[in-house]
């Protein structure tokens, strides 16, 4: 620092040009900050986004936990282990490649919506009030690059982050694993338990509890509130259990309808009558 005086104003502290250029650069951002080594570019562009990968956790799990314990708690009625078990598996596979796909299907579609941007550079341009004439050199000069043209694109139209190549088969792998954990967290009972309906109410038990800590999670996580996650307990909770409990007396009814009509038309209730011919009387059998 540097000191000057003068006859007007008291003792002065003036910043020379050097350090006010430092001082100036390093208080404010410039508007395009590129990183100065390859490998922290690469780094960047292999960096995930961990609250994507959370939203498949969260989607995949909440969808194993009520699918798969609706299905096992209504086939449970039927007093068949097997059944359950076999039905809960199909199901818990099939739900598990489902899931993986939808999730893999809209990470791909997410990935390429900047490619399918790019030709609507005009129309960006004409929004600052430049006109197709005056924008095609700049339009051309984009064309030479494609990687600064969908740059451009998503930071001015789409205001978008580029996507990372393998997001869509991560966000599968995410989703449909904790699809599958989660359903199968109510099936364990069943294959360690003889009996279909003490593994029915030991399955109930383990979901509601897994489910109360997991809604409470869910939104304490996102929100970081208390009451938040208890109010997330409660409706994770309420979701389930109305699932599990409707699927039952589905099942439950549908046995019983069974059982009704099975005695209607049990053999022997109503008699046949027969005739037999040379004998009178209209003696039947």
Known sequence: MTHLTNETSPLLQVEPAIERSISYQSNHTPYDV???HPQQCKHEECHLDYSDILRD????????????????AGLS????????IIAGLAELFSGMI????GAYLAAVTERDAPADERTGVYDVLEKYSVSRGAAASLVDELCKNPQEWVRFMMDFELKLEKPNVHRAWISAVTMGLSYFIGGLIPMIPYFV???????LFVSIGITVAVLLVFGYVKNYVAIRN???GVWGAVQTLVIGML?????YAIMNGSEISDVVCKRRLTPGRYRQTVRIPGEGGGGGI
């Open 193 to 199: 338990m003889d009996r279909v309906r003490e593994a």
């Open 243 to 247: 699932a599990a409990g409707t699927s």
């Open 57 to 72: 956790i969260i989607i995949g799990f909440s969808d194993g936990l009520t699918v798969p314990f609706a299905l096992t």
């Open 77 to 84: 009625s039927l007093g068949s282990a097997k059944v359950v």
């Open 34 to 36: 590129r990183p100065l």
């Open 98 to 101: 489902s899931m993986g796909l």
């Open 226 to 228: 208390h009451r938040a």
